[in-house]
Structures are given as structure tokens and as C-alpha cells.
């Protein structure tokens, strides 16, 4: 059923009966080809034209500078992968006296190393951004959260000497003995002190995703509506409630985004942990151990490999690439469904007409 509404006009004669049987919602359609009519002319503009052109254009290098990087790395890795077969992938041999390579070693290193720095950086980053946003007061948290984003700008060899030079005594006197020492972890912690190893290495990972994840927790935070925050008020609840229940489930598409970029500098790091992680090219048994990551890997080999070794190597960073593009992608896929979900919420409802002839 079609329902009319009154609208008045300032027409001549006959224009308020004319609207008067004007359906309703037909205003809005009219607005809505108002506005496609000026898009399309300002589209057919020359200036229009250009900005399209450039714009087609920037994505067309970026797809091609893109597509020419993953070719030209698998085209010269392409030797080591004949040549080692799916062996390279599994395989945790890397001896170039023999021409067995294998990046099995490496990849489980790196997996070990970002996700004990992910277990460190998660809760301690999410806190100091809820800290930051919500409890600190605002001349206190401006300076802090300026400090903690010019952090995400230290080189990563910085951080490196850093845990070289301060972290590596501390651990190998301190930190390591002490968890030997602790009756229920330390089975994890056997082997002798070194200082660095795969514990350091996780610790300066933590170290460098902490920024990054701070900053985006904190900006997703914000973006949390005024509306929720007063209604988990109105309800009874304190501060904190209202941070638990009302902040961080509104704010958890962009922590999740967060965690994944955080992950994908870890994955990817290199010089830094190439320092500390102490170079073992074996299957690690304690946190202790020595080890090498995929990127640590091709910073200690590359420079003397030639041949069928420097092919394994652009290998190692063929993996190291593919590692991170399922990280980012199985991230935006986490955070895809919620997304759209809340879209979906924030559409908005039908209003039913008013006025004469609206349904009693």
C-alpha cells in the first residue's frame, strides 16, 4: 500500500494537491538523483578525467612494482626449490659444504620468536593504550603517547645495540638464572647462560611491536561512541565496567587489526634480532638455545653465499614473504566478518510515514 503525506510548497496553485499525492520517500529518491546528476557532470569534467587517469595510474604501478618483486624472487629462487624439492620447506638441514638446504630450522625459530613476543606485547600493549585513553589524565597521557609514537620510529639496529649492550649482561647474570631457578617453568629454561638466544630475541620482538600496537589500540579506543560509553554509565557501571564491557568489545576489530600489523614487523625483522638470537642452525629445546630466523638468516648468509646457496637464500626470503602475506590476509579475514556486521548495524531503520493516511 502506498501511503501520501502532506508537504507544503510554495508553488502556484494546484502545488499543494500536487504534493499531497506525492508517494512518499519519492523526495528522497529525487535528492539522491540530484546528487548522482552532479557527480557525473563533475566526472565529465577535464579535470575529473585527470584525477581518474592518475589515480588508475598510481594503482597500476603499485600492482606492477608489486607482481615484478614476487617474479624476480621466485625466478631466482626458483634453482634452490629444483634443486631441494619440498624438502626445503620440511627440511632442518642448511649445510652449503653438501648443497642440503633447508629453511624447516628457520621457519620454526621465527614462529617461536614472534609468538612469545606476541604473548608479551598483547596484554602490555592493550593495557598502556587503555591507560593512555582512558584513566590517565590528559596532560599526562599527551606526553606519554607523543613518546611511545616517536618510539615506533627507532631503526631497528638501534634497538638491537640496545639489547646488545644493556640486555644481553642483564640477562646472563640475572634474568636466566633466576628462571631456572622457578620449579614449574623451569623445564623450559635449561641450557647454559648465554644472554642471548631465543628468550632475548622474543623480548626485543616485544620490544619493537609494542608502539606500533599501543598507537592503533589507542586510536581504536577513541573510536569507540560517546552513546556506549553513557549508556554502560546509565546502567550502573564504573569507569572500569565501562571500559571492559562497553570500550574494548566495541574497540576489538582495531585491536585485532593492531596485533596483525604488529605481527607482520615482527615476522618480517631482521637486523635487530640477528644481534641477539646467537646464530644456531638447530632445532631449538629451550628458550635458552641459540637460534636464526628467516629474516636473521638471510642477513648472516647472504653476503658469502653464491651459486645454488644464494638461490636457497632469496629462498628464505620467498618464505618470509609468503609468511607475512597469510598473516595480513588472515588477519583482514578476522576482522572482515565484524566489520561488515557492524554495518550492518548501523544501518539505518525504515520510519514510517506520519500524517494522513498513515496506518492507525
Request: proline share 5%; no cysteine.
Amino acid at each position: 500500500m502506498v501511503h501520501s503525506v502532506g508537504i507544503v510548497t510554495s508553488g502556484g496553485p494546484g502545488a499543494e494537491s500536487e504534493a499531497g499525492t506525492r508517494p512518499a520517500g519519492s523526495t528522497s529518491f529525487e535528492r539522491r538523483g540530484h546528487v548522482a546528476a552532479l557527480i557525473a557532470h563533475r566526472h565529465r569534467r577535464p579535470g575529473g578525467r585527470v584525477y581518474t587517469a592518475l589515480r588508475w595510474g598510481g594503482v597500476l604501478i603499485f600492482v606492477a612494482v608489486v607482481v615484478s618483486l614476487v617474479v624476480s624472487l621466485v625466478w631466482q629462487a626458483a634453482p634452490a626449490f629444483r634443486h631441494s624439492g619440498f624438502s626445503f620447506i620440511f627440511s632442518g638441514t642448511w649445510d652449503p659444504d653438501t648443497e642440503k638446504f633447508g629453511a624447516g630450522v628457520f621457519i620454526v625459530d621465527t614462529l617461536l620468536t614472534t609468538g612469545l613476543g606476541l604473548l608479551m606485547a598483547i596484554p602490555v600493549g592493550i593495557a598502556t593504550a587503555v591507560a593512555l585513553s582512558e584513566f590517565l589524565p590528559r596532560r599526562l597521557a599527551g606526553p606519554l603517547s607523543t613518546a611511545i609514537d616517536l618510539l615506533a620510529a627507532v631503526p631497528s639496529i638501534v634497538v638491537g645495540l640496545w639489547a646488545l649492550l644493556i640486555l644481553v649482561p642483564v640477562f646472563e647474570r640475572d634474568v636466566e638464572p633466576f628462571l631456572q631457578k622457578i620449579p614449574l617453568v623451569r623445564h623450559l629454561f635449561t641450557g647454559e647462560d648465554l644472554g642471548t638466544g631465543i628468550l632475548l630475541a622474543s623480548v626485543v620482538l616485544a620490544v619493537m611491536m609494542l608502539p606500533t600496537m599501543v598507537a592503533l589500540t589507542r586510536v581504536a579506543l577513541r573510536g569507540v561512541s560517546v552513546a556506549d560509553r553513557e549508556a554502560a554509565l546509565a546502567l550502573g557501571g564504573t569507569q572500569w565496567q565501562v571500559v571492559r564491557r562497553a570500550v574494548i568489545p566495541g574497540a576489538r576489530s582495531g585491536i585485532e587489526a593492531a596485533i596483525t600489523l604488529a605481527m607482520g614487523r615482527a615476522l618480517g625483522e631482521a637486523i635487530a634480532v640477528s644481534l641477539v638470537i646467537g646464530g644456531g642452525v638447530s632445532l631449538p629445546h629451550s628458550l635458552l638455545d641459540t637460534g636464526t630466523t628467516l629474516g636473521s638468516a638471510v642477513v648472516n648468509f647472504f653476503s658469502e653465499s653464491s651459486g645454488i646457496q644464494r638461490s636457497a637464500v632469496i629462498g628464505l626470503v620467498v618464505v618470509l614473504l609468503a609468511f607475512t602475506a597469510v598473516a595480513n590476509i588472515g588477519g583482514q579475514l578476522l576482522i572482515r566478518p565484524r566489520r561488515s556486521r557492524g554495518y550492518e548495524r548501523a544501518e539505518p531503520e525504515e520510519v514510517a510515514p506520519t500524517g494522513e493516511g498513515a496506518p492507525a
